[in-house]
Nanobody, 124 residues
């Protein structure tokens, strides 16, 4: 069993930066690929970024490529999402997910475990 808790959301202005964290409880954190997702009001959840078990491989949605960076610290059981140059269209609830089968399922919006999410609001 893995419990995921996100933090770091908030209200910022366009162009600002935020760093989200997702802390995992339980054992074998490094056995899970991790991903960040977001869901805006009235829209479906979308994949934002994913990182492999060791952190050596990453994948990003086109909408955030070059602005967001996903990383993980397996010693701290934590995955991060550094968000730079934020835009109003980045406003959403951001959540993390964990999957034993790698980034592939995460890109298909599938995960073994999900966090509750943290709100990010970007004002223009």
């Amino acid at each position: 069993q893995v419990r995921l808790v996100e933090s770091g959301g908030g209200l910022v202005q366009a162009g600002d930066s935020l760093r989200l964290s997702c802390a995992a409880s339980g054992r074998f954190f490094s056995a899970y690929a991790m991903g960040w997702f977001r869901q805006a009001p009235g829209k479906e959840r979308e994949f934002v970024a994913g990182v492999s078990y060791s952190g050596s491989s990453t994948y990003y949605a086109d909408s955030v490529k070059g602005r967001f960076t996903i990383s993980r610290d397996n010693a701290k059981n934590t995955v991060y999402l550094q968000m730079n140059s934020l835009k109003p269209e980045d406003t959403a609830v951001y959540s993390c997910g964990a999957d034993r089968d790698g980034i592939g399922p995460l890109r298909r919006i599938s995960a073994n475990y999900w966090g509750q999410g943290t709100q990010v609001t970007v004002s223009s």
